[in-house]
């Protein structure tokens, strides 16, 4: 008899734990586990926003225009505003770096200004005109220590057109503009426009002729100017830009395009003495020359004997000549003077030439007699 109750009281423990009347001890739910509210609705999970610098999403509108009453417009590619009418820009982040059309650094330009606050960047320009017609960017700047960078990922930018019916072309500094042709890469004639509803064609001076847009080898862009695609020698001359709207047609500055003969790289470099020996009492020159692009710049400097303790003279110089079929190149030269030579000026004369794209050495050496 015991042994049949002690059976079926074991069948009604097992019993019970199949329905889960008997308590067990609940484990805490992990962090972001949904949770079941009555009625059987399952609760939505909020996730914490990310701040900006935290995000990584390229092409965030960063760069906006504040209008009036408080309202701010986000900024495409292209926009078209009024001149004379006070522009303000903003941008996003407490540390943010700017860029704007090079006219307004002229002359250290009062009319633009910049100002940082805790959460924006603010760019205001007062009473714009067709020439700052141009692009307009801005970027957040990372910073490790004294280390600054430019952030890629948070960089906007836009192209603002100044539409002046009176000025359909942006003002050039220079009235007469050099534009170099090479034959590795496009060049670009800048004569860009105020509007980009203007219809714009180029043409040759002399013998006068319209040069024709077909979209591949000439094209044109109203935020550049016309694009030549594969520049040859046939492309030399003096040219320039007519611009069309409703109302007179408007001629551009002229520019005078030059076919470049050397190709980039660092500077070639030759040196020449008036004498490779000399007596003590004599005076020599040593010219150092280099032949390279027309629109880069080349810098001298000299090491030689007497260097701290004797007085030398150093000319620095360059101009454009046409070599072969009217190649333009460009000639620099820094030509060294010794007067009246002393033992310690006879020895190794040492010529260092450096552009953008790198740097050459040439030696020479003045014995006595």
């Known amino acids: ?54 995000t990584g999403g390229r092409g965030q509108a960063l760069l906006t225009q504040v209008l009036d009453k408080g309202r701010f417009l986000r900024l495409g590619e292209t926009v078209s505003l009024t001149p004379g009418k006070n522009i303000e820009l903003r941008c996003k982040g407490a540390n943010i770096g700017w860029s704007y059309p090079t006219y307004l650094d002229t002359f250290n330009d009062s009319r633009l200004s910049i100002k940082q606050s805790d959460k924006y960047s603010q760019l205001i320009v007062t009473s714009p005109s067709a020439a700052d017609t141009g692009p307009y960017s801005c970027w957040v700047i990372l910073c490790d220590g004294s280390e600054c960078l430019r952030d890629p990922d948070h960089t906007s930018s836009t192209y603002i057109f100044f539409t002046d019916m009176d000025n359909l072309f942006v003002p050039s500094a220079v009235h007469f503009e050099i534009v170099y042709l090479r034959p590795d890469k496009p060049s670009v004639i800048p004569c860009r426009v105020s509007s980009p509803l203007a219809r714009v064609s180029l043409h040759r001076e002399v013998p006068p002729e319209e040069m024709v847009e077909d979209g591949t080898l000439v094209s044109y862009n109203p935020t550049k100017g016309f694009i030549l695609q594969n520049p040859s020698p046939e492309h030399q001359g003096v040219f320039y830009c007519k611009a069309v709207t409703k109302s007179t047609p408007q001629i551009s500055t002229k520019y005078q395009l030059l076919y470049v003969e050397v190709p980039s790289g660092p500077p070639f470099v030759t040196m020449e003495a008036s004498s490779s020996s000399a007596r003590g009492g004599d005076n020599i020159n040593i010219t150092c020359t280099v032949l390279g692009e027309p629109d880069v710049d080349v810098s001298f400097t000299w090491t030689y004997p007497g260097q701290g303790h004797r007085p030398v003279s150093v000319r620095d110089s360059w101009r454009l000549i046409h070599r072969g079929m009217a190649y333009t190149t460009r000639i620099s030269q820094s030509v060294m003077a010794v007067a009246d030579l002393e033992t310690i000026d006879f020895g190794r004369y040492i010529c260092r030439a450096k552009n953008k794209n790198g740097q050459t050495a040439v030696a020479t050496s003045i014995s006595s007699i």
């Open 1 to 54: 008899m015991k042994l049949r109750w002690f059976f079926l009281t074991l069948a009604v423990l097992w019993v019970e734990l199949q329905h889960g009347d008997c308590q067990q001890v609940k484990r805490r739910k992990e962090a972001g586990e949904n949770r079941i509210r009555p009625g059987g609705k399952r609760a939505k999970v909020r996730y914490p926003k990310l701040k900006e610098k935290d």
